[in-house]
């Protein structure tokens, strides 16, 4: 299951969203918000997001990860929209019988969705500048 | 001649001033209709440095264009980042 969303991400609520009687194990990984990069001070940060193409491209990145990995379900969510120092970015979960096959497959998921999904991120600075991260 | 619905994000969206439009083109491919829109709208990224999707899909350079597509084109995006 994949969502953007507009709205602030509730952890608590996803995590007890992701529930099978087969599965041991949940590993979660929560991405947020840096107050610096690059050594620049971030101030707050804005994502856009293309969603019918992230939607089909996470579609892609999970039966790639069912395939790899004994897991039995992962869920995605990632924020658009204006977000401060701290705040949920993206939020994983995945659901397996163990633990092992879980925290791999949550590993290899953020690492997919960061390169292929099609999310940009937009930071604005203490000194008033402002740009668009890997704009090559 | 077709019709095809171009999108923009970010960077190319701001610098084109429009998430999307129409566009009326002899471009059989999105690799030509790359070249049109960047000596249109004055777009930096390199097309090495960018991808395409048609019709909310990834899709190879030299896919020909059909009537009505929807082309995105997808600049770098934000989470390649060498540090994890």
Not at chain 1, 31 to 48: A, C, K, M, P, W
Not at chain 2, 26 to 31: G, I, L, R, S, V
Request: hydrophobic residues 40%; contains cysteine.
């Amino acid at each position: 299951m994949f969502e953007l969303s507009e709205l602030p991400i509730d952890p608590i609520r996803l995590a007890k969203e992701c529930r099978n009687d087969g599965a041991g194990a949940l590993v979660t990984f929560e991405g947020r918000v840096r107050i610096s990069n690059q050594g620049r001070t971030v101030i707050r940060l804005e994502y856009e997001g293309a969603s019918e193409l992230a939607a089909n491209e996470f579609a892609n990145i999970e039966d790639e990860t069912l395939d790899k990995y004994d897991v039995v379900a992962v869920t995605c969510q990632h924020r658009v929209g204006v977000l401060e120092i701290g705040d949920v970015a993206v939020w994983i979960g995945v659901l397996a019988a163990h633990r092992g096959p879980a925290f791999e497959a949550c590993r290899f998921v953020i690492d997919e969705l960061k390169e292929r999904l099609p999310i940009w991120k937009k930071e604005f600075y203490t000194d008033g500048d402002s740009g668009w991260i890997n704009s090559a | 001649m077709i019709h095809v619905e171009c999108a923009y994000y970010a960077m190319m969206r701001e610098r084109s001033g429009c998430a999307s439009e129409s566009i009326q083109t002899e471009a059989k491919t999105p690799e030509e209709l790359y070249e049109e829109v960047v000596s249109l709208h004055g777009f930096s990224p390199e097309r090495a440095h960018v991808k395409v999707a048609i019709n909310d899909s990834f899709a190879t350079w030299e896919t020909p264009l059909q009537e009505g597509d929807r082309v995105a084109f997808i600049p770098p995006v934000a989470g390649g980042c060498d540090h994890v």
